[in-house]
T-cell receptor, first 115, second 113 residues
Framework: AQTVTQSQPEMSVQEAETVTLSCTYDTSESNYYLFWYKQPPSRQMILVIRQEAYKQQNATENRFSVNFQKAAKSFSLKISDSQLGDTAMYFCAFWSHSNTGKLIFGQGTTLQVKP | NAGVTQTPKFQVLKTGQSMTLQCAQDMNHEYMSWYRQDPGMGLRLIHYSVGAGITDQGEVPNGYNVSRSTTEDFPLRLLSAAPSQTSVYFC????????????FGSGTRLTVV
């Protein structure tokens, strides 16, 4: 069974600095999709970025980018120029065709951006 | 386009009571799921559906029941509420698979006393 692990329960960063959130996963499949979701205090789940496993190029979305290391089964999220609005819980998630219907989440990392 | 709508947003139940959490989406998504969120445990899958008439169990299905009679609706029933079911519940949907990610509702905070 696939598993997703986020080993950093809490992190903090100063405004305008860069922070990296870690995520590792376990799977025997070669084709799958990885996601980072943001959950601000409003509780709404917001999709931040998506990576397709068969694409070697790391995904980027404005200030958000990932470091996808397929062999190491690692999928970290880098937030550049951190803003106060980035304060939230961040979840890493995994989906594959063989596990249709199941989006599997990590435990989450709470990020606080300090002024 | 409302997306995924969950009702109610907050609910307090007494132990042993039953209730239904409603979830509706207007995006013609085939896939729908229910998750519960507990501190330190991320989101855990309760039940999911890949189309009308098709449901299956997730990681933590005990004490919950679902049905999917239409594409739009996917209600979650708590059969006999227990304090261990105190949690935040999320409904999510996806067009045809999870490869584009899921759209989430705003959640229901349920407290069982």
């Amino acid at each position: 069974a696939q598993t997703v692990t986020q080993s950093q329960p809490e992190m903090s960063v100063q405004e305008a600095e860069t922070v990296t959130l870690s995520c590792t996963y376990d799977t025997s499949e070669s084709n799958y999709y990885l996601f980072w979701y943001k959950q601000p205090p409003s509780r709404q789940m917001i999709l931040v970025i998506r990576q397709e496993a068969y694409k070697q190029q790391n995904a980027t979305e404005n200030r958000f980018s990932v470091n996808f290391q397929k062999a190491a089964k690692s999928f970290s999220l880098k937030i550049s120029d951190s803003q106060l609005g980035d304060t939230a819980m961040y979840f890493c998630a995994f989906w594959s065709h063989s596990n249709t219907g199941k989006l599997i989440f990590g435990q989450g990392t709470t990020l606080q951006v300090k002024p | 386009n409302a997306g995924v709508t969950q009702t109610p947003k907050f609910q307090v139940l007494k132990t042993g009571q039953s209730m239904t959490l409603q979830c509706a989406q207007d995006m013609n998504h085939e896939y729908m799921s229910w998750y519960r969120q507990d501190p330190g445990m991320g989101l855990r899958l309760i039940h999911y559906s890949v189309g009308a008439g098709i449901t299956d169990q997730g990681e933590v299905p005990n004490g919950y029941n679902v049905s999917r009679s239409t594409t739009e609706d996917f209600p979650l029933r708590l059969l006999s509420a227990a304090p261990s079911q105190t949690s935040v519940y999320f409904c999510a949907s996806s067009l045809r698979g999870g490869f584009y990610g899921y759209t989430f509702g705003s959640g229901t905070r349920l407290t069982v006393v």
